[in-house]
């Protein structure tokens, strides 16, 4: 393992605080463990698994994983053909754009690892040099649409099926994503749970039916309530007043 030691800068967008590669022996395996920084790991040949949040994410060469702050993470080389991979860790503002990401593994080109594996030949420089190396990495993630978030889809797919009373089970499984994954992913950039979305949604669309002149048992029906009390129980518990208030 090489291991390239840095002093922390504090930069305050993005401060490299740990970096180094490593050729894994059949079946190594690092953690779990919990960081309070963000850590990319690049995979440059061979194969392994990264776990985390009660799930197995297969990851092999020319792809990238992460783990973000707070996560307790584990990750094993492969058996037969164990991965090497360079990592670079960071904090900063702009680092948390990466809790936009819906997947922790994605593919990327490996120059810019390589890259990385120069910063030997900084001295005085050296956490600059990375920090330039970082923009790039975060440069190539959200150029490439595949590891963008899918929230906006996911709001649409509410705003369009909020009568069916969709189940953040099946869009986690729709879009094959772990379900607490996805949880946490949608509330940081939303500012919501999904769930919470999903009522303030009906209850929009439930104002503006009952203003439409529609009566509470037809708007409970079409906002996906099986009944008029849960639906004046949800309607009152939202807004403070019941929706026969409301249509007055």
Not at 124 to 136: F, K, P, T
Request: glycine fraction near 6%; charged fraction near 20%; proline fraction near 3%.
């Amino acid at each position: 393992m090489n291991k390239y030691f840095l002093r922390n800068m504090g930069y305050s967008d993005i401060n490299p605080v740990d970096t180094g590669c490593q050729k894994c022996a059949p079946s190594y395996s690092f953690g779990y463990c919990v960081r309070n920084y963000y850590l990319l790991h690049y995979v440059t040949a061979g194969k392994g698994v990264l776990f985390k949040n009660g799930c197995a994410y297969p990851v092999h060469a020319g792809q990238a994983f992460l783990i973000t702050p707070g996560e307790a993470a584990k990750y094993t080389a492969d058996e037969k053909n164990p991965w090497d991979y360079v990592w670079i860790g960071f904090t900063g503002k702009i680092s948390k754009e990466l809790d936009k990401l819906a997947d922790p593994v994605f593919n990327m080109n490996g120059a810019i690892f390589e890259k990385i594996k120069n910063c030997t030949e900084y001295i005085n420089m050296r956490e600059a040099y990375l920090a330039s190396c970082i923009y790039l990495i975060l440069c190539e993630i959200f150029e490439n649409s595949s590891c963008v978030d899918n929230i906006s889809a996911i709001k649409n797919y509410i705003d369009t099926n909020y009568m069916n009373n969709p189940k953040i089970s099946d869009i986690a499984k729709n879009l094959n994503m772990n379900r607490k994954y996805l949880a946490r992913i949608f509330k940081s950039q939303t500012g919501f749970t999904m769930q919470d979305y999903l009522t303030m949604r009906k209850m929009e669309a439930a104002k503006n039916l009952i203003k439409s002149g529609y009566n509470i048992n037809e708007t409970a029906q079409m906002t996906g309530y099986s009944d008029q009390s849960a639906f004046s129980r949800a309607f009152k518990n939202h807004f403070g007043y019941s929706p026969s208030a409301h249509g007055r």
